[in-house]
């Protein structure tokens, strides 16, 4: 109850900031100019203010799109605020693994530095779909094509940080939604990923996405730690908030819901507020596999933190870029992994 009263009023906790603190007061002393991101779903929401408040202070953006023309409106809005800012636009469908690479080896064509990942794309996928790679589509795009992602580009970031010695950072955009996953992983992700619609939960496959990018977040950190690269990994929970995300399901049920929700709900530059500070705040320096929620360090769920579980994950996850996904749940079922 406490929280929650906090939670409503914009308690501040121990970073200084809280629910109420928005994307430009937590970036207010930061200067970016030297540093490039990558930002991923910046066309629009939370992702859109991410990328504006960070031109702001100064930073390169590269905004990886599925949609060009909606990455082009987005550049053309903070260039019109910001007349000096360095935008770049690139294709990219986080649901298809050759997209992903296809973006990455042009990403590295241009030799640029890269200080900031932020895999903030999500996707909630009402309807029961499968993507190019034979993967539900819910979990392609929020999960492993941000593992694809990050894998491929952190060899840049590591040789950036030794470079410049800033130190890199990597944000995974999940949501407080992953505590709603109760169950196996794996199992229930390979039921999903096989055109069983019967076995098909918007909302569960939805939440088994953001336990895998908080899965992702802990073994990485690990791993970079092992590795001792100058680069972190953090994972946030935005917080709740009207964004694209429901447009699927927009309408007269959806408009009662989010009207009598509205003391919950978070502006959009509130929203952007956890993501920008972890991002980019000097109190988190060396700061790793962490989960934050209204910039500050939250707890997550007791699934979340199973490092076994997260292990699993990694291996299937690796398992799936090199023989794909159905290789993979062939594999498994004959193992019974």
């Not at 972190?232 to 408009?255: A, K, Q, S, Y």
């Not at 799936?320 to 159905?326: E, H, I, N, Y």
Request: hydrophobic fraction near 40%.
């Amino acid at each position: 109850m406490l929280e929650t009263v906090k939670y409503l009023i914009g308690s501040p906790g121990p970073s200084g900031f809280g629910s109420k603190s928005n994307a430009e007061q937590v970036t207010e002393n930061s200067d970016l100019r030297s540093l490039t991101a990558i930002i991923t779903g910046a066309t629009s929401g939370i992702g859109a203010e991410t990328a504006r408040v960070l031109a702001k202070r100064g930073a390169r953006l590269v905004l990886p799109a599925r949609s060009l023309k909606a990455a082009e409106d987005t550049k053309a809005r903070i260039v019109s605020e910001f007349p000096d800012a360095d935008v770049m636009v690139m294709p990219l469908d986080l649901s298809s693994l050759t997209s992903v690479r296809n973006f990455v080896a042009h990403f590295h064509s241009l030799r640029l530095p890269l200080n900031l990942l932020i895999n903030n794309a999500g996707k909630f996928a009402h309807e029961h779909a499968i993507s190019e790679d034979g993967l539900e589509m819910t979990f392609a795009t929020n999960y492993l094509g941000h593992f694809l992602l990050t894998k491929l580009l952190l060899k840049t970031m590591i040789e950036t940080a030794e470079k410049t010695g800033v130190q890199g950072r990597i944000v995974n955009v999940s949501s407080s939604i992953h505590a709603w996953f109760s169950g196996d992983v794996i199992s229930y992700l390979a039921s999903i990923s096989r055109n069983n619609k019967s076995h098909y939960d918007a909302t569960r496959a939805y939440a088994l996405s953001k336990l895998a990018n908080v899965f992702h977040t802990n073994q990485l950190a690990r791993k970079l730690q092992q590795m001792g690269a100058n680069v972190t990994v953090n994972c946030v929970h935005p917080g709740i908030v009207r964004t694209r995300l429901t447009r699927e399901r927009e309408g007269l049920l959806t408009d009662i819901v989010f009207f009598l929700a509205s003391k919950l709900l978070k502006t959009i530059p509130q929203a952007a507020a956890t993501t920008c500070y972890v991002a980019t705040h000097p109190r988190l320096h060396n700061v790793s596999g962490k989960y934050f929620a209204d910039c500050n360090e939250a707890v997550t769920s007791k699934l979340g933190s199973n490092s076994t579980q997260a292990s699993r994950l990694w291996a299937v996850s690796e398992f799936m870029l090199t023989r794909g996904p159905k290789a993979a749940f062939d594999l498994l079922n004959h193992l019974h992994f």
